[in-house]
């Protein structure tokens, strides 16, 4: 199946319909002017190259504002920003902080799932962006020989590791790979998703490199099912809770406070606390974009007493402060 949309304006409905391949329960809120239902103007492709191999590639420019969600399915994606940037996270944990970047630098990141997830992305009207994203399949890593620990512990431990996450500044081969991608040669239909194909398995293996790297920030040992089982036991405490103290959640979900940090740094790869933070700050953010709130009253669903200190850890966390999103 494949989606080549290479039109002056592109819908929101197309975008819908393109989604299935990765996933399920496609849904959007869009505001501002556009006719016909129209979301993005440029090149948009989603392309299945084969059974459990993905190719998104984009080069687009948004008409709208407009806030986008689904629910993903397992598997590990590859991301690649050659300009723009973008404001997306998979279950509230951001693809591209911030904290790695200025929006105009080219990016690349690495993201692992092994259980649905829930992706939501915001952009906003004038926005330009090229970026080339490869997902891959549990099944297509299996085949690959890719999960089995013994042949390749790095890249299996990665990738049974829930949101583990790596990013990284690309090299310049990587950034010529993704410009091929986006300006692929005029060759016949099955020839021309070959040469995507190779293209696509040159990244997957720029990226799975760079997991040598010693600043690799996600988690090396193995997570095993009964602490999963624990952590989202956790998660779901913390779901309706502002700001709460390791202790109380230690004897709420009964664990000790050093079991809970192990949890949290096998699991989501950071501490408790900023695992919490990240969460409080989303969880303002579209409050204060969807339900019109104050800085001082997203201060407060965030737990910060301070405003300032508020708008502060807002502007660090998202590159904007609230002001400007509201």
């Not at 949890?263 to 700050?281: C, E, K, P, T, W």
Request: net charge neutral.
């Amino acid at each position: 199946m494949a989606f080549d949309l290479d039109d002056e304006t592109i819908a929101a409905s197309r975008l819908a319909d393109a989604s299935t391949l990765v996933g399920n329960g496609f849904a959007w809120r869009r505001s501002g002017e556009a006719g016909d239902g129209a979301a993005l103007k440029g090149h948009y492709q989603l392309t299945e190259l084969r059974p459990g191999l993905v190719l998104h590639a984009s080069d687009t420019t948004e008409l709208v504002d407009l806030e986008t969600c689904i629910e993903q399915r397992p598997g590990v994606t590859f991301y690649l920003f050659l300009q723009g940037a973008v404001d997306a996270a998979i279950d509230d944990c951001p693809i591209m902080p911030a904290s790695e970047g200025d929006g105009g630098c080219m990016r690349a990141a690495v993201m692992a799932r092994t259980g649905p997830t829930r992706f939501r992305r915001h952009s906003r009207r004038g926005e330009h962006l090229r970026k080339v994203n490869v997902t891959i399949s549990h099944e297509w890593l299996a085949d690959c020989g890719l999960a089995d620990s013994s042949h390749a512990p790095r890249i299996a431990g990665f990738c049974k590791t829930h949101l583990a996450r790596h990013g990284w500044r690309p090299s310049n081969s990587m950034i010529a790979i993704g410009e091929q991608i986006l300006r692929p040669p005029s060759y016949e239909p099955a020839l021309q998703r070959l040469y995507l194909e190779s293209r696509a398995l040159e990244l997957i293996s720029e990226g799975f490199g760079q997991l040598d790297a010693r600043r690799a920030c996600w988690a090396t040992g193995h997570v095993g099912s009964r602490d999963l089982h624990r952590m989202r036991r956790i998660e779901e405490y913390l779901r309706e809770l502002s700001n709460p103290t390791l202790d109380e959640i230690a004897a709420a979900t009964g664990t000790s406070v050093s079991t809970l940090q192990r949890l949290f740094q096998s699991v989501h790869g950071m501490s408790a606390f900023d695992y919490i933070r990240r969460r409080n700050l989303n969880r303002a953010r579209r409050a204060i974009e969807h339900e019109g709130l104050s800085v001082a009253e997203a201060a407060h669903v965030a737990g910060y007493r301070s405003a300032a200190n508020f708008s502060t850890a807002f502007k660090r966390h998202f590159g904007m402060s609230p002001k400007s999103v509201r």
